[in-house]
């Protein structure tokens, strides 16, 4: 009778030991992740408000797995080879596969990465759903980076599977839809933003209509590059197209990197400010993106917050002390724990354990939720439009990349372990250190700078890609 007891104790005590790690608020690998990441930073990113090494690893983003894209776009960051590469699902699945398991290794259990390269729709459903499962298998939450002109079947065939049940619970799109692109079913040559809200409103529809008929949510942003051309027109969009479902409007300052065939304008005519203030402008309020940093603020501007009717509520406003304090007490006790996609119940539980540690973050966390709800305009009147359906979350961002010209000297010398004293080209290494953008290379173990991969390594990437998936495939001629 005594060992099938002990059996019970050892099934309960492991039981509880699962629970214990299951539920344990940072994982040991998160927390190894986190401290690299932070030790890899240059001193001038290193602020109290830098999420990188605190909160986030940073994004990541695949390469090389599908570079072709049918429309074309005034500027394109691909090189002038990307299109002369075909769509080949084999190919799209084993780079991910190697890229993810890279990524997985160096960056932690856990990190939101973009499933890129040239148009994600171009893969075939089946691919592409393969290509986020793979993503997911190595604790990715992906990102599907998309023009967004494909149909509704496109989409049912990638959310459900054969038996017509739900591959996915939810799924993340991001869609670049701005004047600059040519080639868009319906409209090939826009003449201005406002010309393509339909096609915004028909891209948001298309999901409202996969959740309303087979449960599956999802998450959009909303991309658009920005030039002299287009600058005037940021806040129509945002006004326009914020209630269409987006949860992000995401803007790029367009930079000198890729097929240089399309450059057209002076881009630097046209300042991250400039930028910023228009998108203040639509928001129909101040977006105080210094509260939180993401890698170096030349690069990301980043504004959480939500809107209640018509007016937008910053999350974390950089100018209160309340909120600050907040902040700076979430990094300390809740920096690495996992949000996004985990289940609630888990993300729940693994709170009460931090607060249950310390106590004192409950007075906190209601003085920063007072302080929210003040802005919201009060607890009643938040109430009364969560009731009714008006309150929806809204982030802005903005991602200003870094020309070729500067990039490439750059990084040759962070490779040979040289810290420049030029000061434009010091700038430039500052900002890839703290790049919160990452792409894996496997036959190197390195991990690259988004700016990097487009400004060096695409154009070789894309001459290899070529020879290795021709379009068209031309057969030997037969001896005479």
Same mark, same amino acid.
């Given at each position: 009778m005594r060992v099938p007891r002990r059996r019970g104790m050892r099934t309960v005590l492991d039981a509880v030991r699962r629970w214990e790690l299951t539920t344990r608020p940072v994982h040991a690998e998160t927390a190894a992740a986190l401290a690299r990441r932070w030790a890899e930073l240059p001193e001038s990113a290193r602020t109290p408000a830098q999420s990188l090494g605190r909160h986030a690893v940073g994004c990541e983003g695949t390469h090389g797995v599908f570079p072709k894209c049918n429309l074309t776009c005034q500027p394109c960051y691909h090189s002038a080879d990307a299109n002369k590469v075909r769509i080949d699902g084999p190919h799209t699945l084993a780079e991910i596969e190697k890229q993810m398991a890279l990524l997985r290794q160096v960056r932690g259990p856990r990190a939101h990465a973009q499933l890129i390269g040239g148009e994600v729709s171009l893969l075939d459903p089946d691919d592409h759903a393969a290509a986020l499962r793979i993503m997911r298998s190595y604790g990715r939450e992906p990102m599907s980076m998309t023009h967004g002109d494909f149909d509704y079947d496109y989409l049912r065939r990638l959310a459900l599977g054969a038996d017509g049940t739900p &591959? #996915?619970?939810r799924v993340s799109f991001a869609a670049h839809?701005?004047?600059?692109?040519?080639?868009r079913r319906g409209i090939p040559r826009p003449r201005a933003e406002a010309d393509l809200n339909p096609y915004r409103q &028909? #891209?948001?529809a298309m999901f409202a209509r996969l959740r309303r008929e087979h449960g599956v949510r999802s998450y959009l942003a909303h991309n658009m590059t920005v030039t002299p051309a287009n600058v005037d027109q940021i806040a129509e969009v945002i006004r326009d197209c914020r209630a269409m479902g987006f949860q992000m409007f995401s803007f790029q300052p367009a930079a000198y990197v890729g097929d240089d065939r399309r450059w057209r304008e002076d881009f630097r005519s046209v300042t991250g400010d400039d930028v910023w203030a228009e998108i203040e402008r639509g928001a129909g309020s101040r977006l105080p993106w210094r509260a939180v940093q993401l890698?170096?603020?030349r690069c990301n501007r980043t504004a959480f917050g939500f809107y209640t009717g018509d007016r937008w509520v910053a999350l974390v406003d950089d100018a209160d002390p309340v909120d600050l304090a907040g902040r700076d007490a979430f990094y300390r006790h809740f920096g690495g724990m996992t949000f996004s996609g985990a289940p609630i119940p888990l993300v729940i539980t693994r709170a009460v354990r931090v607060a249950a540690a310390h106590p004192h973050l409950v007075v906190l966390a209601l003085r920063w939720a007072g302080r929210v709800l003040d802005r919201a305009g009060g607890p009643l009147r938040f109430?009364?439009?969560l009731l009714r359906g008006r309150v929806r979350p809204m982030t802005f961002v903005?991602?200003?990349f870094m020309d070729a010209t500067q990039v490439a000297p750059a990084w040759e010398l962070l490779r040979q372990g040289e810290i420049s004293a030029d000061p434009a080209i010091l700038a430039t290494q500052q900002r890839l250190q703290a790049c919160s953008y990452a792409m894996a290379h496997p036959e190197t173990g390195?991990?690259?700078?988004?700016?990097?991969?487009?400004?060096?390594?695409?154009?070789g990437e894309n001459a290899v890609l070529r020879r290795q998936l021709p379009i068209v495939e031309v057969r030997p001629s037969r001896p005479a």
């Open positions: &591959r #996915f619970r839809v701005d004047s600059l692109m040519r080639g &028909r #891209f948001c890698g170096d603020e109430a009364w439009s903005m991602h200003s390195e991990l690259v700078p988004a700016c990097v991969q487009h400004s060096v390594l695409d154009p």
